[in-house]
Nanobody, 120 residues
Framework: QLQLVESGGGLVQSGGSLRLSCAAS????????IGWVRQVPGKEREEVSC????????RYADSVKGRFIISRNNANNSAYLQMNSLKPEDTAIYYC?????????????WGKGTRVTVSS
């Protein structure tokens, strides 16, 4: 059973950067599409970014395009989300998720999330 653990969240000032990491165990990531999804309590989840199995296809929400970069390292069984030029509206809990399907088909496996707070 694939298990995902996020790390790297924290408090940062507006304009700052954070790098989130997602470590997988229980299975190898090299057959899974990886996504980063965020949620503000009381609001719906928003898929921030998604990356294909080989990393050759990436997708970003319009709200983060040009500021966030998704990547993965299958050899290390890990995925990452580099977040630059952070804004207060990026404040949320960020979840790493995985699925054995292309981006856009939902996610089957979820981490417990890491909190990101951006102060103005």
């Amino acid at each position: 059973q694939l298990q995902l653990v996020e790390s790297g969240g924290g408090l940062v000032q507006s304009g700052g950067s954070l790098r989130l990491s997602c470590a997988a165990s229980g299975s190898t990531l090299d057959t899974y599409t990886i996504g980063w999804v965020r949620q503000v309590p009381g609001k719906e989840r928003e898929e921030v970014s998604c990356i294909s199995v080989r990393g050759d296809v990436t997708r970003y929400a319009d709200s983060v395009k040009g500021r966030f970069i998704i990547s993965r390292n299958n050899a290390n069984n890990s995925a990452y989300l580099q977040m630059n030029s952070l804004k207060p509206e990026d404040t949320a809990i960020y979840y790493c998720a995985a699925v054995r399907a292309p981006c856009g088909y939902g996610m089957d496996y979820w981490g417990k999330g890491t909190r990101v707070t951006v102060s103005s």
